[in-house]
């Protein structure tokens, strides 16, 4: 279907982002209060009077269905049987909902008898793995755009408006960054979520990211250790062996963990569900020693809290025999979070369960008690900076007015021209065009996308065909439109994934010229350079990076960034 033409303008869209940007909502001060004792009181004292249910809790990270807690989470965190929560997309509605329910989380926590604060984790990332996604919540550029931009301080501001924006949200810790070195065009589960494949410069932006964090008192979390960026395949899909030489791992991979650490930077580190054969050839990063005992823990000093990515995913599931099993796999690899994100059924049998383990000898309680002292060891380092990070009003709008320009500069830096065949600037092209009056078609990924293209190019048609179409309907689509595309003189393709470059196929069949707007993975539109007039791209599909992306290419016709992967 042909949609209706956006009324709202670019600079309208960034005055609403900034005015929806200003904290409206103080940190809690009773809170602070309320969890006074705990950061008053010595650890060992503490983990001596809990009990053992209560440990186990602070080991444990559940994520939930719905916009509010249900009675038996609320009970489990009152109580100390769940020490931290998760916040995904499907619990956020609003920006003052998630503040509620963010508020509710730690004041159940805060009425529990050692008074331990949650850490209130979430995935803001930047691009296309954000939790927190709503009106009036920050969307930040993805690291690919940042990536390309080649200054690792450009990742700073970015990464100062994501601590500020989670700290107005009352989030504590970031799954965050992605420490993931691209090292294979067809990743697609990591892509643009990678700043580079350079892992020095990789390095150094989530270097800067972890500090804009950690001043607001903010856990970030560096994942996929030992490295995602290898492989071929998604750990949430399938359970698979990577093959990569243990120097390239080392040289390569491991590197940005190593300089981290070396440094004293990095107290969050998430362990992937993939198989790392030089490392251990039957069991994933999760469940083996070998990897967070011995490589991360002991070879590379690492003294912060390991979390495992959720233990519901296939990466997991297709290893350990059931939910229990997963716990006791992971916990005695030296994982100290355990994350189960999804199955309410599943938390039960651990929360009723997995205390007969440490009871009977099966798991360790000296080992229990190391991981708790971690955990709270850094809630007292983090979580104290956090529940006093209040600002004043006029101080937080300044701070984010500031960034927030900063942000938008380093965004339109990291905008890319992969290909072009044109003897002029884009913004002369679609002038000509436009003088010449030609009939376009846009080909729309996104929503966005469309409204962004009726501002630009207000006479063509738009069509939306879906960020990630099934199959069928995608080739549905494509034969419905294959007579009707002869009909336009140009058209513009918005390519997210591997189908939508179906579509620039079927314009090079048809023998339609057409350009190409990459808005994720740019290794999908990378096969048309030969026959697309030319290639842009924004390793981004929303706004702002979106809006950064059509600015250059219909106002400035400047392409700054430089592409960030090399194979």
């Known amino acids: ?56 809790g602070q080991t444990l990270i559940f994520g939930f269905w719905g916009l509010g807690l249900d009675e038996d989470y609320r009970n489990w965190l009152s109580q100390g049987k769940l020490g931290n929560v998760k916040i995904f997309l499907r619990n956020v509605h609003s920006r003052s909902q998630l503040r509620s329910l963010t508020d509710t989380i730690a004041s159940l926590t805060a009425g529990e008898a050692n008074s331990i604060p949650p850490f209130i984790a979430t995935d803001l990332e930047g691009g296309v793995v954000n939790h927190v996604r709503s009106p009036g919540i920050l969307r930040a550029p993805s690291a690919g755009l940042i990536g390309a931009t080649v ?19 009352g989030i504590n810790m970031n799954f965050a960054p992605c420490a993931d070195v691209l090292t294979n065009p067809d990743n697609t589960v990591i892509g643009p979520r990678s700043y580079s494949s350079d892992p020095h410069l990789v390095t150094a932006m989530v270097k800067s990211f972890i500090e804009e964090q950690k001043k607001v008192g903010i856990l970030a979390t560096a994942k996929h250790f030992p490295g995602h960026g290898m492989t071929d395949f998604d ?39 993939i198989i790392y054969s030089e490392f251990d050839e039957q069991r994933p990063a999760t469940f083996s020693a070998p990897i967070v005992n011995t490589l991360l823990r002991k070879i590379l000093h690492f003294n912060g809290i390991a979390v495992t990515d959720d233990l519901e995913m296939k990466g997991s599931c297709d290893y350990a025999k059931n939910i229990e099993d997963a716990f006791i796999l992971a916990f005695n690899a030296g994982n100290d979070l355990m994350l189960i994100s ?76 992969l290909s072009s065949k044109l003897q002029c600037s884009t913004p002369e092209y679609f002038s000509h065009l436009e003088e010449k009056n030609l009939k376009g078609i846009v080909l729309a990924p996104t929503h966005e996308f469309a409204n962004l293209a009726h501002e630009y190019v207000r006479t063509w048609d738009v069509i939306y065909i879906g960020y990630f179409p ?11 439109y294959k007579k009707q595309i002869k009909s336009y003189e140009i058209a513009l393709v918005g390519i997210a994934n591997e189908r939508h470059a179906q579509w620039a196929q079927l314009c090079v069949d048809e023998n339609v010229p057409f350009c190409i707007f990459s808005i994720a993975d740019p290794f999908s539109a990378w096969a048309y350079t030969e026959q697309a007039l030319f290639i842009v791209a924004s390793f981004d599909p929303y706004s702002p990076g979106l809006d950064a992306l059509f600015a250059s290419v219909f106002r400035s016709g400047n392409f700054p960034g430089i592409f960030p992967y090399y194979f």
């Open 1 to 56: 279907m042909v949609l209706k033409k956006r009324t709202l303008g670019t600079v309208v869209f960034l005055g609403v982002l900034l005015f929806f940007l200003v904290p409206s909502y103080p940190l809690n001060s009773d809170e602070c209060s309320a969890f006074s004792s705990f950061f008053s009181t010595d650890i060992d004292s503490l983990i001596e009077e809990m009990s053992l249910e209560r440990k186990i």
């Open 151 to 169: 200054y690792a301080e450009n990742n700073r501001n970015v990464s100062r408006l994501i601590a500020l924006t989670l700290l107005d949200l």
């Open 235 to 273: 750990s949430h899909l399938t359970s698979t062996a990577v093959t990569t030489p243990k120097r390239i791992l080392d040289q390569v991979h491991i590197q940005p963990y190593r300089e981290l650490i070396a440094e004293n930077l990095l107290d969050g580190c998430m362990v992937s569900h």
């Open 342 to 417: 999804h199955t309410k059924s599943q938390q039960e049998k651990i929360i009723n369960g997995i205390a007969k383990y440490f009871q009977d000898g099966t798991l360790s309680v000296e080992s229990l008690d190391a991981k708790v002292r971690r955990i709270l060891e850094i809630k007292k380092e983090y979580l104290t900076r956090f529940y006093s990070s209040q600002k004043p009003l006029e101080d937080s709008r300044r701070a984010l007015d500031f960034a927030l320009k900063e942000s938008m500069t380093v965004m339109n830096e990291g905008i890319v021209r």
């Open 470 to 480: 099934d199959r069928r309907k995608n080739r549905q689509m494509i034969e419905e």
